[in-house]
């Protein structure tokens, strides 16, 4: 880690662009310790047991048929920023087509933007554990996607909280595979994800805000997480509360500087979309079991709407 070059990095920024990724990439891998990544034989088996067992214990319990993605890797934090920063690309870049002409100091413009995204991806390389990816705005096909896990985040996180790295580790795998198993029952998500983010997008550089796509996003992505967050709790084969209590203290356990960042990433938003929509799906199974829950899935139509996160009957009355 070495923060001087970090900064040299971003201060010099160059380009057409109103990013510099090249920069934002020696940046953030500058700004950030890499971690260990020298598995032992047992440690790697375990991650690939952990992947097997979450897809069949999911598979059991919820009755859907999804297949795991090709790629399945296991990063140290260096690797996380380098999968990653097509994303971050392929989502600003959007943004950056669409409000051009909004920068009128296009230098100053780019090392701003330059660094911002450097403190993003530098921050999340530091926390995220595992991601499941379902490669949205990418050109390659829809099947595409792909699951990490950050080994050094995963080990120092379990320390942290001094609970057993091989049942932390199992219990990531769980959640990310849940992520895995509702893209693959709705082949639609993807698209209708990347539909209202590039209705989002188009609003932001007109001056306006489609507050109709933003809510549509947030509705779905409330369910994604509900769901999946409904889906561990009943496939997750050991205790799971003092593993859920922990972690949720530690988020609220953050310093100021820490929880500032998370608020400007919206992370506080996810922690709400975790809550409020496996309120939503608890509700839904105590009243018509967990197949009326899994009907989310079926067609976009099937979504809540903001208004039915909060009245789970409403919802049920329309779809189920």
Do not use: C
């Not at 950030?32 to 034989?41: F, H």
């Not at 999804?66 to 971050?88: G, M, S």
């Not at 600003?92 to 087509?97: A, R």
Request: proline letters at 3%; a negative charge.
């Amino acid at each position: 880690m070495n923060l001087y070059d970090s900064v040299r990095a971003v201060a010099e920024a160059s380009g057409e662009g109103l990013i510099d990724w090249n920069a934002v990439t020696r940046a953030a891998r500058s700004a950030v310790d890499p971690g260990d990544l020298s598995l032992s034989a047992a440690t790697r088996s375990g991650y690939a047991r952990d992947v097997r067992d979450a897809r069949t214990r999911i598979q059991e319990v919820s009755a859907v048929e999804f297949d795991l993605p090709d790629v399945v890797e296991v990063q140290n934090r260096h690797h996380w920023v380098d999968a990653n920063i097509a994303t971050f690309e392929r989502v600003m870049g959007t943004l950056e087509t669409e409000t051009r002409g909004f920068a009128p100091d296009l230098g100053f413009a780019r090392v701003l933007n330059t660094g911002s995204m450097t403190v993003a991806l530098s921050f999340l390389a530091n926390n995220v554990l595992g991601q499941y990816d379902p490669l949205l705005l990418a050109d390659a096909p829809a099947e595409d996607h792909a699951l990490y896990f950050v080994h050094p985040n995963i080990v120092r996180v379990a320390d942290e909280l001094d609970v057993s790295e091989e049942r932390f580790r199992r219990w990531i795998a769980f959640h990310e595979v849940t992520h895995a198993a509702e893209f693959g029952a709705a082949p639609w998500l993807s698209g209708h994800l990347e539909d209202r983010m590039e209705r989002s997008v188009a609003a932001l550089g007109e001056g306006s805000i489609d507050r109709e796509a933003f809510r549509e996003v947030n509705a779905a992505m409330t369910a994604v997480e509900g769901y999946a967050e409904l889906l561990m709790d009943r496939a997750f084969d050991d205790e799971y509360e003092d593993l859920r209590r922990k972690v949720e203290a530690r988020r609220g356990g953050k310093g100021p500087v820490s929880q500032l960042v998370r608020r400007l990433l919206g992370m506080g938003m996810k922690r709400r979309q975790y809550e409020r929509g496996k309120a939503f799906f608890e509700d839904v199974v105590d009243a018509r079991g967990l197949e009326a829950a899994s009907v989310v899935w079926e067609r976009p139509e099937n979504l809540p709407t903001d208004a039915e996160l909060d009245a789970p009957g409403k919802w049920l009355a329309r779809v189920a």
